[in-house]
């Protein structure tokens, strides 16, 4: 008898090529297009929109029009700390503003491990490492997602990008497809958490306010990546674990306005504009750990936490 989970996994496999790999050690699946994903929850989704500045979770469905490849795993400590060292003007300003040693104790505390993931980059150094694997890919720049160069403030977007084969950060279509790996619930292997800790580093029993104390029987930092099971589309830690960037501005996907993932009309960045982290993180409750949850509505590109992340994805062509 089939469980829903293994039908899934059956179901998909006529979207899903071999596994291809990528610069620096990575993973990645790859998703034959054109594929649609049902976006965001149903009123009645148990732990929808999850704090009070959270983004909205409208349903509805997107086309994604082309293939795409997305990384099975989290870019690590070991794996960002190479891009740093290669980039020395990048790392130089990898640090939190007028507390030089404080980069050095977040990542001890809370990703004390290389192969766990890395964190507190912002948004930009992000895109500035996928702009270094397809440099290390040998791809020209006409095909890089993002200009060359140290990103910031008010940098335009090629407005072919998602046309382009360089590495990029995932579009929030692209990531909730990979999320949800074909299923409609609001977590991959249904309604309940009952099985969350089998694919999620969370927290069971979050603080309720900032200045509460954390629980001790909850985690206290990352783990390492790929260290649980993976979703059926073989991503590991797409919930918990840390946030993770995507491309997109948070106000994109306020509305149910794009129904069909095409790159933004809005190419110019700006330190304004909030960008999506998905998937929740480990100091987090399990409602913060759906496929639709989008995070919190204030998450400028110039944010540093210590519970956030990403992965790559890349356009297949």
Same mark, same amino acid.
């Given at each position: 008898?089939?469980?829903?989970?293994?039908?899934?996994?059956?179901?998909?496999?006529?979207?899903?090529?071999?596994?291809?790999?990528?610069?620096? @050690?990575?993973?990645?699946?790859?998703?034959? @297009?054109?594929?649609?994903?049902?976006?965001?929850?149903?009123?009645?989704?148990?732990?929808?929109?999850?704090?009070?500045?959270?983004?909205?979770?409208?349903?509805?469905?997107?086309?994604?029009?082309?293939?795409?490849?997305?990384?099975?795993?989290?870019?690590?400590?070991?794996?960002?700390?190479?891009?740093?060292?290669?980039?020395?003007?990048?790392?130089?300003?990898?640090?939190?503003?007028?507390?030089?040693?404080?980069?050095?104790?977040?990542?001890?505390?809370?990703?004390?491990?290389?192969? @766990?993931?890395?964190?507190?980059?912002?948004?930009?150094?992000?895109?500035?490492?996928?702009?270094?694997?397809?440099?290390? !890919?040998?791809?020209?720049? $006409?095909?890089?997602?993002?200009?060359? @160069?140290?990103?910031?403030?008010?940098?335009?977007?090629?407005?072919?990008?998602?046309?382009?084969?360089?590495?990029?950060?995932? $579009?929030?279509? !692209?990531?909730?497809?990979?999320?949800?790996?074909?299923?409609? $619930?609001?977590?991959?292997?249904?309604?309940?958490?009952?099985?969350?800790?089998?694919?999620?580093?969370?927290?069971?029993?979050?603080?309720?306010?900032?200045?509460?104390?954390?629980?001790?029987?909850?985690?206290?930092?990352?783990?390492?990546?790929?260290?649980?099971?993976?979703?059926?589309?073989?991503?590991?830690?797409?919930?918990?674990?840390?946030?993770?960037?995507?491309?997109?501005?948070?106000?994109?996907?306020?509305?149910?306005?794009?129904?069909?993932?095409?790159?933004?009309?809005?190419?110019?960045?700006?330190?304004?504009?909030?960008?999506?982290?998905?998937?929740?993180?480990?100091?987090?409750?399990?409602?913060?750990?759906?496929?639709?949850?989008?995070?919190?509505?204030?998450?400028?590109?110039?944010?540093?936490?210590?519970?956030?992340?990403?992965?790559?994805?890349?356009?297949?062509?």
């Amino acid at each position: 008898m089939r469980t829903p989970l293994l039908a899934t996994v059956l179901a998909l496999t006529a979207s899903l090529a071999a596994q291809s790999t990528a610069p620096n @050690g990575h993973t990645m699946v790859v998703v034959k @297009g054109a594929v649609s994903v049902r976006m965001g929850s149903p009123a009645n989704e148990i732990g929808r929109v999850p704090a009070p500045d959270s983004a909205a979770e409208p349903q509805h469905t997107v086309t994604i029009p082309r293939s795409f490849a997305i990384s099975t795993t989290e870019v690590t400590v070991a794996q960002f700390r190479r891009f740093l060292e290669a980039n020395p003007q990048v790392k130089s300003g990898y640090g939190f503003d007028g507390a030089p040693d404080r980069m050095a104790q977040v990542l001890s505390r809370f990703s004390p491990d290389d192969d @766990g993931p890395a964190i507190a980059m912002t948004w930009y150094e992000a895109a500035m490492y996928c702009n270094w694997l397809s440099a290390r !890919e040998g791809l020209p720049t $006409t095909e890089w997602a993002y200009p060359a @160069g140290v990103l910031r403030d008010g940098f335009e977007m090629p407005a072919d990008y998602l046309r382009r084969r360089g590495y990029r950060l995932p $579009t929030e279509p !692209e990531w909730e497809y990979a999320a949800r790996a074909g299923t409609s $619930t609001s977590r991959f292997f249904g309604e309940s958490d009952d099985r969350l800790g089998d694919y999620a580093v969370f927290a069971r029993h979050p603080p309720r306010g900032k200045d509460d104390p954390v629980d001790p029987a909850d985690p206290q930092h990352t783990a390492r990546v790929g260290s649980l099971e993976p979703n059926p589309l073989g991503l590991f830690d797409v919930y918990g674990n840390v946030w993770e960037w995507t491309q997109d501005r948070v106000e994109r996907f306020q509305v149910m306005d794009v129904v069909e993932d095409r790159e933004d009309p809005v190419l110019r960045v700006f330190d304004r504009d909030a960008r999506t982290r998905r998937g929740g993180a480990f100091p987090y409750g399990a409602a913060f750990a759906r496929s639709a949850s989008r995070g919190p509505v204030t998450s400028l590109p110039t944010n540093r936490r210590d519970n956030l992340g990403f992965r790559m994805a890349r356009t297949i062509r």
